[in-house]
Every structure is written in C-alpha cells, then in structure tokens.
C-alpha cells in the first residue's frame, strides 16, 4: 500500500533510520518519534494509517501508550515492537488491541508482511463499521455523561442476574439498544433474543406469535409454528411496549411466567421452556395499574430489576457525540461527503430539550443533511430547522398585555418544566428552584399548575 502513513516509534536511532529507510524504499509516507510525549502530539496532530510502537521508551511504556489511544478513542492499527519480547507483553498488547507483535532485530521482509497484512485488516474493519452504521445496525450506547455511566453500571448488573428486567423510559431514549445491551452481556449471549412488540401485533395474533400454534388451530394456521417462547428457550424474549398488552393476554404471560410452560395455541402438550424476559415500556405502569389497565401481579413478576433509561434532555452533554455519530451515520447511509457541524450549531443543539429524546436528534440530524447543502452545517441552519426557532422573549410577547400577566406564563412554564424534570417531586422541585416547600405550592396553586397534570410518579 503505497503512500500509507507510518508513524515509528522506538528510541533507537539506528532503529528509527533503518525502519524509516526500508520503508521509504517501499514509497511509505514515513514519520518518527523518540518517545511518548512526541508521539501523542504527532497522533493528535495527524491521522497516521499506522504506528509502528516500541515497547520499551524513555518516558512512558509502549502499552501504555497504546492502552491511553485506545481508551481516548484512536484505533489507529498498531504493531508493537520489543527487542526483549516475553510472551505475556505480547498477549497483553494484542489484548489492548495491537494488530501483532515484532521481535528485534526486525527483519525487513516480515516488518513488510506485518505492515500488509495489518492496513488491510484495519480497511476491513473500517469498511465493515461504515456498512454497519449504513445499515443503521450499530446498537452502541453513546454517551459519556454522569447518567449514562450510571446507566450502563445499572446495565451490567442486569445482565449478571438472571431476573426480569423492565425497562422504563420516554420514548425514544434508547430502551431497545439497552435491552440488546443486557443480552449482549448475560450468561444467555450465546441463547437467542426474541423481540415481540406487543403494540404492533393485532391482539387476536399475540398468542400464537408468543407461543406458538398447531396446524390448523385457527384459519390460516396451515402449518405448526413454534413461537418466540420456545424460540427464545436458553437466551433473551425481549417484550417491547409491554404496558400495550391485550388484559387477556397480561393474564396468560402471568401464568407462563410462574410455571415456565406454555402450550401452543389448539395443542395440549405441555413444553417446558427457560426464557429471561426483558420488558420496557414508555407507558407509567403504576398509572395504568391504578386506572385497572395493566395487571399488579404481572408488573411485580416483570418489575424484578427496573431499568430507567434518562431522557436526553437530562445529559444533554451527550447531545454533541451523538450528533457527530449520527451526522456520520446519516451521511453514510446517503453517499455523501462527511459533513460537519459549525460550533455554534452544536451549541444551539446542545440547548433544546428533546421531547423526542435521542430519536428526534437523530431524525434532526437527518434532516440537518439532506436539506443543507454546504459541507459545514451553520447555526443558522440548524436554526431553521429546530423547534425552538427563536425561543426566548419572543414566545412569551404579546403585545398589549401587562408585563405582570407576560411574567407569569413565564413563570409557569418554567415551574411545570421543573417539576417534570423531577417527575412532579415537590420537594425536588422546590429545592431545585431554591423556594421553600410552601411557597412552590402556593405558587403552583396561584398559577393554576395542578399535581395531577404532571407525568410521572407522584410523591
Ligand atoms: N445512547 C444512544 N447512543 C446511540 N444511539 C442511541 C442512543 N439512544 C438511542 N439511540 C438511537 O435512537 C433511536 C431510538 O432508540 P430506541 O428505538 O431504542 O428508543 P426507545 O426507547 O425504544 O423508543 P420507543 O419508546 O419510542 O420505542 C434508535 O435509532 C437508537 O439507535
Ligand atoms: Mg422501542
């Protein structure tokens, strides 16, 4: 591969200059570095195709080094070097993601095979992300924020239990890819995950989608079909929009879930099966619990490990790594040049609140693409094309009306936001908005906000 670039690493300069030469030789584009601290400038500085890495340097080590790009998001494909190489420090570097591992004296032909072998693989690897995130088929949970970690420690220690998981969040917060997430993690990774959403299904299909059906059960069951129960036997049934379930249904699942049987629809077998169910739900359970909507019993059996996943509007310091993985994905997907966001439209992004959560980021961004021309996509675009176009004064203005009147629309749109931030806990509430307890009531009742109005549990 003519013209890749090589970035040497090794204290050595006999190393360096012979290295560099027979790579030139070979019409490489070829760089060094003494030591680690030069070696993180030039990286950050330049995208090299490939770093040749010692493992023994001045100030700091060589896996170190690779273990710090690799934890500061660079794949840059590696090939460690060692003039002492134990077998443990090349584990440990392939571990960490180096591409193989060379021992000193390096001869020129091997150094060339490894440096062939290692760009093609990490064009394979990047030609498979690019069609991954075509295909829209990434299910990674982005974000760094204090809640996401949180959420993805939640995430990890459902997967090690064995219980119901049911996760709850608004919609489009990214209940789907987390419970891939608690699969992807469990002891059942290797079993099947089955998804059944219980919204999209036609009630009088439920049944047999859930459980099966004998040839001829009902009209058009032609042929015996084994349902996502058995199906899922030994790994994950992912039960999305659980809170929709038909109450005949709730009733049936209820059963399954004691006995860990089922039988399919017009048969009498009884079959025995071992399935984790993972539910979620964008519904209040407990609401449609007290309006007789969704089963107590039911809930409990499925509540085991509640999940909650945050709307984006509380991280929304993860709105610009999304945004950039979604530009990329959108971009992709559309054949078109990477595009970019200028600071200012990112901050403009970073400053609405998303009541569609990530979803609606994602569905911006797409349109953020398509109907911008220009390779950098401005403010003033973006702009445009947001919801709040201009929030601020100008929502609250009318003209003619007493500021005193102006004032307390304000007021309350900012009292109810907050108190949705803290699904209608008062004292949050209030603590939040430095008032006493009292005076948010008698502020909340002056201002006409009613209790009940708000979503979420009440306290
Ligand atoms: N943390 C995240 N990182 C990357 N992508 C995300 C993240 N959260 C959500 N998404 C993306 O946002 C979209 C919505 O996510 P998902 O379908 O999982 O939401 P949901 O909570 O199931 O919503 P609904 O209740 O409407 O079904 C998907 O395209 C998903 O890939
Ligand atoms: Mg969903």
Not at 196 to 222: D, K, R
Not at 308 to 331: G, N, S, T, Y
Request: charged share 30%.
């Amino acid at each position: 591969m003519p013209h890749a670039s090589v970035l040497i690493v090794d204290d050595e300069k006999n190393i360096l200059s012979t290295l560099s030469r027979a790579l030139r030789l070979e019409d490489f584009d070829v760089d060094v570095a003494g030591n680690a601290d030069i070696t993180y400038r030039k990286l950050a500085a330049k995208a090299y195709d490939l770093l040749l890495l010692d493992v023994q340097l001045p100030d700091q080590d060589g896996l170190t080094v690779l273990r710090t790009l690799r934890e500061g998001g660079n794949d840059v494909p590696v090939i460690m070097m060692s003039g002492h190489g134990t077998i443990e420090t090349a584990v440990e570097a392939t571990r960490l993601g180096a591409f193989t591992f060379l021992e000193k004296p390096i001869g020129t032909e091997s150094l060339l095979i490894a440096i062939r072998n290692s760009l093609g693989f990490a064009q394979l690897a990047a030609e498979n992300r690019q069609l991954k995130e075509a295909s829209g088929a990434t299910d990674e949970l982005l974000g760094d924020s204090r809640v996401m970690v949180d959420l993805r420690e939640r995430i990890a220690l459902a997967s090690n239990a064995n219980a119901n998981v049911l996760i709850t969040g608004e919609r489009g917060t990214g209940k789907e890819l987390v419970a891939r997430a608690i699969h992807r993690g469990s002891q059942r990774a290797a079993g099947p995950y089955e998804k059944l959403n219980c919204a999209a299904v036609p009630s009088e299909l439920i049944e047999s989608e859930l459980f099966g059906h004998e040839a001829g059960a009902f009209t058009g069951a032609t042929k015996q079909r084994r349902g996502k129960f058995e199906r899922a036997s030994g790994g994950t049934l992912f039960l999305d929009e659980v809170g929709d379930m038909p109450a005949q249904m709730q009733a049936k699942l209820l059963r399954v879930l004691q006995e860990n049987e089922i039988e399919r629809v017009g048969g009498s077998a009884v079959i025995r099966v071992d399935v984790r169910i993972v539910a979620a739900t964008n519904k209040d359970l407990r609401r449609e619990i007290d309006e007789g909507r969704f089963r107590a019993d039911l809930h409990d059996r499925l509540n085991v490990l509640p999940v909650r996943v945050p709307p984006l509007r509380e991280r929304l310091e993860d709105v610009p790594r999304l945004a950039e993985h979604f530009l990329r994905q959108v971009c992709a997907a559309n054949g078109r040049r990477g595009k970019s966001l200028s600071e200012g439209a990112m901050k403009l992004l970073t400053s609405y609140d998303y009541p569609g959560n990530v979803r609606e980021l994602r569905n911006l961004i797409e349109r953020l693409v398509i109907l911008t021309p220009d390779e950098v996509v401005d403010e003033r675009a973006a702009r445009a094309l947001l919801p709040i176009a201009g929030a601020g004064a100008g929502t609250y203005y009318r003209p003619g009306t007493p500021l005193r009147r102006m004032l307390a629309t304000v007021e309350r749109d900012l009292i109810l936001r907050a108190l949705e931030h803290h699904r209608g806990h008062i004292t949050n509430t209030a603590a939040d908005l430095g008032l006493e307890r009292s005076h948010l009531y008698k502020k909340m009742k002056a201002l006409e906000i009613r209790r009940e109005s708000r979503g979420g549990d009440k306290r």
